[in-house]
Nanobody
């Protein structure tokens, strides 16, 4: 049974940093596409980044490139999202997601079978 538990959110000022965690059970990172999505109030959930452990491939949406880094700790089965130089526009609930396969083209919610409960990130100007 797959379970994803999010943590690490909080409130920071613009320019600050946060690291989000997603503790995964029932998931083999080498064969799963792991992703982060976010949802701001009144907006649809949007894709942020994804990681495929089978090839150590990482992908990002344009708005976070150069500021966010997705990574995995295979020994602990934890997915991370390091977020630097945060902007007020990054304020949202952040969710990790998992799909048992590669990451090619997987940027929509319906591509993922499993979801964490979310963790709130608030960035003030």
């Amino acid at each position: 049974q797959v379970q994803l538990v999010n943590s690490g959110g909080g409130s920071v000022q613009a320019g600050g940093s946060l690291r989000l965690s997603c503790a995964a059970s029932g998931v083999t990172f080498s064969s799963y596409c792991m992703a982060w999505f976010r949802q701001a109030p009144g907006k649809e959930r949007e894709y942020v980044a994804r990681f495929y452990g089978g090839t150590d491939s990482t992908y990002y949406t344009d708005s976070v490139k150069g500021r966010f880094t997705i990574s995995q700790d295979n020994a602990k089965n934890i997915l991370y999202l390091q977020m630097n130089n945060l902007e007020p526009e990054d304020t949202a609930m952040y969710y990790c997601a998992a799909f048992p396969g590669n990451c090619i083209g997987r940027v929509q919610q319906f591509h993922y079978n499993y979801w964490g409960q979310g963790t709130q990130v608030t960035v003030s100007s």
